[in-house]
Nanobody, 121 residues
Framework: QVQLQESGPGLVKPSQTLSLTCTVSGASITTKYYYWSWIRQPPGKGLEWIGYIRYDGNTYYSPSLKSRTSISRDTSKNQFTLQLTSVTPEDTAVYHC?????????????WGQGTQVTVSS
C-alpha cells in the first residue's frame, strides 16, 4: 500500500520560502513512470497543480508558479521536497503530495492527507 505523508512548517511569513517534504512508503520514488506531484487547495477554491518530479529526476512546473517553484528529491530517504519562494498570503492553502502512475503525470492515484500552510506575519 502506497502512503504519502507531508511535513513542514504550518506558518510561513510573507516573502519567505515555503518548504515541505513528502515521505513515501510502499513504493520507490525512482519507479519507472511514477510522477510525484504537489497539489494545493486554497481556502474556498479548487485544486491547483504546482508541479512534479518524475522517476528519473526530471521536473515540470505549472507555468503560473514556475518562477518561484523548485521540486527536488532524496532517493536515499525516499522523499521529495517542494520549495516555493517569495510567498504571499495568496499561497495559503492545504498542500498535498500525490503519486500518479500514468506516463505524463496526468493521473493522481495516491494522495497524502495534506498539510495546512498559512502565510501570515
Amino acid at each position: 500500500q502506497v502512503q504519502l505523508q507531508e511535513s513542514g512548517p504550518g506558518l510561513v511569513k510573507p516573502s519567505q520560502t515555503l518548504s515541505l517534504t513528502c515521505t513515501v512508503s510502499g513504493a520507490s520514488i525512482t519507479t519507472k513512470y511514477y510522477y510525484w506531484s504537489w497539489i494545493r487547495q486554497p481556502p474556498g477554491k479548487g485544486l491547483e497543480w504546482i508541479g512534479y518530479i518524475r522517476y528519473d529526476g526530471n521536473t515540470y512546473y505549472s507555468p503560473s508558479l514556475k518562477s518561484r517553484t523548485s521540486i527536488s528529491r532524496d532517493t536515499s530517504k525516499n522523499q521529495f521536497t517542494l520549495q516555493l519562494t517569495s510567498v504571499t498570503p495568496e499561497d495559503t492553502a492545504v498542500y498535498h503530495c500525490v503519486l500518479g502512475r500514468t506516463p505524463g503525470g496526468t493521473t493522481f492515484d495516491y494522495w497524502g492527507q495534506g498539510t495546512q500552510v498559512t502565510v501570515s506575519s
